[in-house]
């Protein structure tokens, strides 16, 4: 179980001199979906980067359950996370190792239901050698939506508590409406989810958007209560 708490969350990078997060706080009740929206430069990859710790508060903190999520082992924090990245590193190696990279342990039956989960027998439905076969071609050899779907069913296998979408990073292609609907149907039971996009449209399915510019919370709210705001 994982209830999100960001609270007062601020971060400096030390070469520069605004916050890159100025007091950030919102809350995601376990299971919920929580849109998180805003234009470059927003916040929107420094946050990210602080939910995965690749870097630690300058001030505030980030809560699962009520601790401090800087408390937990790393190895544990990382254990209860999905991330979805487009730019995430894929290995010249098959797309079944690819979703199955650093899970020694899953079985060719779990790895296949996880890439049906994300929908990458859509771009491979028509492959003449069929479905089996396709899953042992090239994963760096990828496009970008189809390397989100990859990433997706990387995601899925690790059964989150917290599963976050992250078009922040993502250069190439937006993340697609209909690949966050499909992760959040395909997520596991009680997972909560994140999704981070520049544009709010994206993410009309969450229960929640959180709209950021400048390192802060400039609204939030259903996808309705803002639309009738604008
Ligand atoms: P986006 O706006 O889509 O997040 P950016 O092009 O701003 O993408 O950032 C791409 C990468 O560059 C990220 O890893 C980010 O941490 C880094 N970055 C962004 N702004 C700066 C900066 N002012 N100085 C150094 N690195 C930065
Ligand atoms: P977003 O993901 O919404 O585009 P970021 O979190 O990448 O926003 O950036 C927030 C602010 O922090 C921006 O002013 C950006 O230039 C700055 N920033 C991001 N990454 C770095 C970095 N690695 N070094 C210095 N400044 C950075």
New binding site residues.
């Given amino acids: 179980e994982t209830d999100i708490e960001v609270e007062g969350l601020t971060f400096q ?1 030390d ?2 001199e605004d916050v890159a997060l100025d007091e950030v706080s919102f809350s995601i009740a376990l299971g919920e979906i929580t849109g998180v929206a805003g234009p ?2 927003a916040g ?2 420094t946050l990210v980067d602080l939910l995965c710790r690749i870097r630690t508060p300058s001030g505030g903190a980030i809560k699962a359950n009520g601790y401090d999520i800087g408390n937990f082992a790393l190895t544990d924090w990382r254990a209860k996370l999905g991330v979805v990245i487009q730019d995430i590193h894929l290995f010249r190696a098959s797309i079944r190792d690819n979703i199955a990279y650093g899970l020694p342990d899953v079985s060719p039956a779990e790895i296949e239901e996880a890439a049906r989960a994300a929908s990458i027998h859509e771009f491979i439905v028509n492959h003449p050698e069929g479905y089996d076969r396709v899953l042992t071609e090239n994963g760096a050899d990828l496009s970008g939506g189809q390397r989100q779907r990859l990433a997706l069913a990387r995601a899925l296998l690790r059964k989150p508590k917290l599963l976050i979408l992250d078009e ?2 993502s ?1 190439l292609d937006p993340l697609a409406e209909t690949l966050v609907k499909e992760a959040i149907a395909a997520r596991p039971e009680g997972c909560t989810v994140l999704v981070i996009a520049h544009r709010a449209t994206t993410i009309k399915v969450a229960d929640t958007i959180i709209v950021m510019e400048g390192g802060r919370v400039v609204q939030s709210g259903t996808w309705d209560s803002l639309v009738n705001d604008l």
Avoid: V
Wanted: net charge neutral; proline share 0%; glycine share 10%.
């Fill in positions: 990078y070469s520069e470059s430069g929107k990859s922040a990073t250069a």
